[in-house]
């Protein structure tokens, strides 16, 4: 029987939380996540249920990666600002965040990203756009579907925010 | 700190944990125990909050052995006021909630 496979997948930013899903469903199914790239996915045998796999936005942070290792995550890899951990079962339970107020911080991270990139394709985009080359509306494409991903969060902000009116 | 403003469950137990100077995996542990397991702090949360709580000056990185990597954290003298005024707070909710159900 394969001990690894490569799965090509794409997911959209906002939906990080279904790349979690699916993650934690090849994990129950006994492939566990091992490395990643570009849209692609290297998986590994393991038992199943053996692992939880978590992911989240997080600038390149040496601290933070020790102190993952400290709590018993195991760090998997990075694919742009997205890192990838993974945790045994047995260990306890694997969340990065436990309260309202972390996960709005998240957001907010994913969103200011959005913001810088969006914004600097918008600007390379106008500029090429009175360019010989008439290359400027891949920009502008780009800089709109960021814009999208950049409304999709903040709506997802907003909903934990009436939420926070509540509880934690 | 804003005086008045009530503290998350979070940070709450993070400087309750830090009376006594530990690291991060010993105060997610501290906080489970104390709370019955019912507050579980996941790695991120306790992280930011270390950071933000750091940067009011109510708790201390310690400075840490050079063989180990694990860092420790304790509680300041302007840490311990806003944690008793936070136990003064959370008895008057407490007090109100069983005098008014009490009366029923």
């Given at each position: 029987?394969?001990?690894?496979?490569?799965?090509?997948?794409?997911?959209?930013?906002w939906d990080f939380e279904k790349?979690e899903d699916?993650?934690?469903?090849?994990?129950?199914?006994?492939?566990?996540?091992?490395?990643?790239?570009?849209?692609?996915?290297?998986?590994?045998?393991?038992?199943?249920?053996?692992?939880?796999?978590?992911?989240e936005?997080?600038?390149?942070?040496?601290?933070?990666?020790?102190?993952?290792?400290?709590?018993?995550?195991?760090?998997?890899?990075?694919?742009?600002?997205?890192?990838?951990?993974?945790?045994?079962?047995?260990?306890?339970?694997?969340d990065l965040f436990s309260d309202i107020d972390s996960r709005i911080s998240h957001l907010d991270k994913i969103g200011?990203?959005?913001?810088?990139?969006?914004?600097?394709?918008?600007?390379?985009?106008?500029?090429?756009?009175?360019?010989?080359?008439?290359?400027?509306?891949?920009?502008?494409?780009?800089?709109?579907?960021?814009?999208?991903?950049?409304g999709r969060i903040h709506g997802k902000k907003e909903a934990l925010k009436r939420e926070r009116l509540l509880h934690e | 700190?804003?005086?008045?403003f009530a503290l998350t469950e979070a940070s709450y137990?993070?400087?309750?944990?830090?009376?006594?100077?530990?690291?991060?995996?010993?105060?997610?542990?501290?906080?489970?125990?104390?709370?019955?397991?019912r507050v579980r702090l996941a790695?991120g949360t306790?992280?930011g909050a270390?950071?933000a709580?750091?940067?009011?000056?109510?708790?201390?990185?310690?400075?840490?052995?050079?063989?180990?990597?694990?860092?420790?954290?304790?509680?300041?003298?302007?840490?311990?006021?806003?944690?008793?005024?936070?136990?003064?707070?959370?008895?008057?909710?407490?007090?109100?909630?069983?005098?008014?159900?009490?009366?029923?």
């Open positions: 029987m394969e001990s690894r496979k490569t799965i090509k997948k794409w997911f959209w930013i790349e699916w993650l934690n469903e090849m994990a129950m199914n006994g492939w566990v996540l091992e490395s990643v790239g570009f849209c692609t996915y290297h998986f590994v045998r393991c038992e199943p249920g053996e692992y939880s796999v978590r992911l936005m997080h600038p390149y942070d040496e601290a933070y990666l020790s102190f993952m290792k400290e709590t018993g995550a195991e760090y998997i890899g990075r694919m742009v600002m997205w890192i990838y951990f993974r945790k045994k079962t047995a260990d306890g339970a694997f200011k990203w959005l913001s810088a990139v969006g914004g600097a394709n918008l600007l390379i985009g106008v500029v090429n756009t009175y360019n010989p080359s008439r290359l400027g509306w891949i920009n502008l494409l780009c800089a709109t579907l960021l814009m999208y991903a950049l | 700190m804003a005086e008045g137990y993070i400087l309750l944990s830090l009376v006594r100077p530990r690291h991060g995996y010993g105060i997610m542990q501290l906080t489970e125990e104390l709370s019955g397991g790695a306790l992280y270390l950071n709580l750091s940067a009011k000056g109510w708790i201390i990185q310690l400075p840490s052995d050079e063989d180990s990597r694990r860092k420790e954290y304790r509680l300041t003298e302007k840490g311990l006021k806003v944690l008793r005024a936070e136990v003064e707070r959370l008895r008057e909710l407490a007090d109100n909630g069983e005098r008014i159900l009490g009366e029923e």
